[in-house]
């Protein structure tokens, strides 16, 4: 499996979770790392991304001020820090690897190659 979640999270609302993905990507460095989630029957939506390049991260307007993402190269990892969280982020949650430089593919699903198996976020009132 090229990218491993880590297990799923249940916090309050207001609190923080952060949510881990490690990739057996042979060139993980070279990956473009996307973030997005899917609420109970809702269509899957961009959380954010950060590109290979170490350039501007980019994120949803939903999320922004509260999410940040991360990466260690050195460990083929990429992480979500989730902060102020609220009810309506209850969701799951998937990492993804592409490649390219076009944000406008970057933003979508069909931008990313590889995929986590979803990891469940619930936010509780």
């Known amino acids: 499996v090229p990218l491993q979640a880590s297990e799923r999270g249940l916090v309050q609302a207001g609190g923080s979770l952060r949510h881990s993905c490690a990739a057996s990507?042979?060139?993980?460095?070279?990956?473009?790392m996307g973030w997005f989630r899917q609420a109970p029957g809702k269509d899957r939506e961009f959380v954010g991304y950060?590109?290979?390049?170490?350039?501007?991260?980019r994120y949803a307007d939903s999320v922004k001020g509260r999410f940040a993402i991360s990466r260690d190269n050195a460990k083929n990892t990429v992480s979500l820090q989730m902060n102020s969280l609220k009810p309506e982020d209850t969701a799951v949650y998937y990492c993804?690897?592409?490649?390219?430089?076009?944000?406008?593919?970057?933003?979508?699903?069909?931008?990313?190659?590889?995929w986590g198996q979803g990891t469940l976020v619930t936010v509780s009132s």
């Open positions: 993804a690897a592409g490649q390219g430089v076009d944000h406008a593919r970057l933003v979508r699903s069909d931008g990313y190659y590889y």
């Open positions: 990507l042979r060139t993980f460095s070279g990956y473009n």
């Open positions: 950060m590109p290979s390049s170490g350039g501007l991260t």
